[in-house]
T-cell receptor, first 112, second 113 residues
Framework: DAGVIQSPRHEVTEMGQEVTLRCKPI?????LFWYRQTMMRGLELLIY????????DSGMPEDRFSAKMPNASFSTLKIQPSEPRDSAVYFC??????????FGPGTRLTVL | GEDVEQSLFLSVREGDSSVINCTYT??????LYWYKQEPGAGLQLLTY?????DMKQDQRLTVLLNKKDKHLSLRIADTQTGDSAIYFC?????????????FGKGTSLLVTP
């Protein structure tokens, strides 16, 4: 199994630009999670999906952030417009209902 | 929300045992986890313990759970330089959050020769 796949691995963009992060969960996993990691706040849950449906988006910072899961094998996290304070490592993770979460390698986002 | 608390830094000598401590917040957490993060990498699940257990051993790793005090610890026996990494304690996030996890800020373990 290839594990959770995230792209891109690194993204550098300028303030105000739109950023799209992508995730392919492990096949057969019906839960997908987006986390953000910063030095100050550690790992924070942004949103998670069950069977492609958003269940809890209370961690999404503000309206500039949106996430979609159009099918069981793909999810996106979009930031529009991006700001320097969005700079972080964004992780995607997937699991089955009764199993532990498996994390992708992360996308390191730098907003200048 | 409430925080999962961990000490930020631990330094041990190669061959010694390491003990990383964590205080969690949700007494209804079904599982408690330890994840390892090496520099520039994602999180790797190390081990987990079911909430009705008080100890779990897996090779060099021993997890102790004290539910009364909401205290979790990870002991690494015969610590090696390859164990240098950040270790995260995590609890399941409340009954309405499925299996979403609430993480501590991580303990940086440095193993010196």
């Amino acid at each position: 199994d290839a594990g959770v796949i995230q792209s891109p691995r690194h993204e550098v963009t300028e303030m105000g630009q739109e950023v799209t992060l992508r995730c392919k969960p492990i096949s057969g996993h019906d839960y997908l999670f987006w986390y953000r990691q910063t030095m100050m706040r550690g790992l924070e849950l942004l949103i998670y999906f069950n069977n492609n449906v958003p269940i809890d988006d209370s961690g999404m910072p503000e309206d500039r952030f949106s996430a979609k899961m159009p099918n069981a094998s793909f999810s996106t996290l979009k930031i529009q417009p991006s700001e320097p304070r969005d700079s972080a490592v964004y992780f995607c993770a997937s699991s089955t209902e009764s199993d532990t979460q498996y994390f992708g390698p992360g996308t390191r986002l730098t907003v200048l | 929300g409430e925080d999962v608390e961990q000490s930020l830094f631990l330094s041990v000598r190669e061959g010694d045992s390491s003990v990383i401590n964590c205080t969690y917040t949700d007494s209804s957490s079904t599982y408690l986890y330890w994840y390892k993060q090496e520099p520039g990498a994602g999180l790797q699940l190390l081990t987990y313990i079911f909430s009705n257990m008080d100890m779990k051993q897996d090779q060099r790793l021993t997890v102790l759970l004290n539910k009364k005090d909401k205290h979790l610890s990870l002991r690494i026996a015969d610590t090696q330089t390859g164990d240098s990494a950040i270790y995260f304690c995590a609890e399941t996030k409340g009954s309405n959050s499925g299996y979403a996890l609430n993480f501590g800020k991580g303990t940086s373990l440095l193993v010196t020769p």
